[in-house]
């Protein structure tokens, strides 16, 4: 559904966002079931995207590890 030009934080969570709101919108469609296959579909995809929040904020923090532990003298 989503495609992003970059992975970045910012598009990210805007991106996560807005498929927030879609979710909501198509469970309200199906009288709130979040059982219906579309919801699960959009809930799965909201996963992914945390997921490579997730794995986007690890790389980071190590990058931000790895140059404190590069001044400790």
């Not at 198509?26 to 709130?32: C, D, L, P, R, T």
Request: charged letters at 25%.
């Amino acid at each position: 559904m989503s495609k992003l030009k970059k992975d970045t934080k910012e598009d990210l969570l805007f991106t996560i966002g807005e498929m927030k709101i879609i979710m909501v919108n198509v469970a309200e469609i199906y009288n709130f079931d979040f059982q219906h296959p579309q919801v699960l579909r959009i809930s799965q995809e909201i996963d992914s995207l945390i997921f490579k929040l997730m794995k986007l904020e690890e790389k980071h923090a190590k990058n931000i590890t790895f140059c404190w532990s590069s001044l400790v003298f």
